[in-house]
């Protein structure tokens, strides 16, 4: 796997690739942060088994809270098991994490860990941010907690295309699936596209995507191809016959590779096409 200092030559990254071409591939540096709640299972049942809509309720909460705080920075954070969520934390340091922690604590009745990870592909930035955290003690320690360390991108070696954010979603789902079937087989049918494309992305691209919510996936790739976003379309496609269209957007951070995905979906919805890509965008 890439670590921060594999790829760091004499003090600065290799060389980016600012083409646009269908075959250009982008140099990119994704820092991640996996934020785990602190001794959360044995919490649940102590000192009875806590009722499940008090802890569905605790849960959703504290993602929202987390999608705000670090929203704010220009990073994204996916909810994926609740108690255990990852975040794309480009152009945050550890004092902005560890004033995260301090609300958390501050607010709730649980705290967090925050292991951080940057690398050249998403899946090997989070692979450190775990080791992290598994390096400090098992997830149900209870005297693992607070944990805040990793490897953080200075600053100085940061660019403008460090983040790749692709943004899918189904064609037509209304026409498809919402107006047409009812809404579990609707559910269904997302939830499988979602769960082909997760794993395809995952192990063909170290690529990491998320479910956000509608018909909506959100993914945080290295420097792909738009070849290589229409070979997982045809997959998705081959294997569960949901039809996806993508948007891929680059960045400083999520915020602006996510905003200039979110405009490249556009462009495919506008002109018919499965795949757009795009220079950052403004707001």
């Given at each position: 796997m890439d670590s921060l200092g594999d790829i760091?030559?004499?003090?600065?990254?290799?060389?980016?690739?600012?083409?646009?071409?269908?075959?250009?591939?982008?140099?990119?540096?994704?820092?991640?942060?996996?934020?785990?709640?602190?001794?959360?299972?044995?919490?649940?049942?102590?000192?009875?088994?806590?009722?499940?809509?008090d802890l569905q309720t605790l849960q959703s909460r504290l993602y929202a809270d987390l999608s705000q705080q670090i929203g704010r920075e220009g990073g994204y954070i996916f909810f994926t098991r609740f108690d255990n969520m990852i975040a794309v934390t480009n152009g945050i340091d550890l004092?902005?994490?560890?004033?995260?922690q301090e609300s958390v604590?501050?607010?709730?009745?649980?705290?967090?860990?925050m292991g951080i990870g940057s690398a050249q592909s998403p899946r090997d930035a989070l692979a450190d941010a775990t080791d992290v955290l598994q390096t400090a003690g098992s997830a149900q320690d209870v005297g693992r907690t607070e944990i805040l360390d990793?490897?953080?991108?200075?600053?100085?070696?940061?660019?403008?295309?460090?983040?790749?954010?692709?943004?899918?979603?189904v064609i037509d789902v209304t026409g498809t699936y919402t107006d047409r079937v009812?809404?579990?087989?609707?559910?269904?049918?997302?939830?499988?596209g979602y769960a082909a494309l997760m794993r395809y992305m995952h192990a063909e691209h170290d690529s990491l995507s998320f479910f956000v919510g509608g018909d909506n996936i959100i993914a945080t790739c290295p420097g792909l191809c738009e070849s290589s976003y229409e070979d997982a379309i045809s997959h998705v496609a081959n294997e569960v016959g949901v039809d996806l269209q993508v948007g891929v957007g680059r960045g400083i951070s999520a915020h602006d590779a996510g905003m200039a995905a979110k405009h490249a979906l556009e462009e495919c919805r506008h002109n018919g096409t499965r795949v757009e890509r795009?220079?950052?965008?403004d707001d």
């Open positions: 760091i030559d004499d003090g600065g990254f290799p060389k980016r690739n600012k083409g646009m071409g269908p075959t250009t591939v982008i140099v990119t540096i994704t820092q991640i942060t996996l934020v785990q709640i602190d001794n959360y299972g044995p919490w649940t049942v102590t000192p009875k088994p806590r009722r499940e809509v004092d902005e994490h560890a004033l995260i604590r501050n607010r709730y009745p649980v705290s967090i860990s990793g490897e953080i991108l200075p600053e100085t070696q940061r660019d403008d295309e460090d983040v790749q954010i692709a943004h899918f979603d009812d809404a579990f087989e609707t559910f269904i049918a997302i939830e499988q795009t220079l950052p965008a």
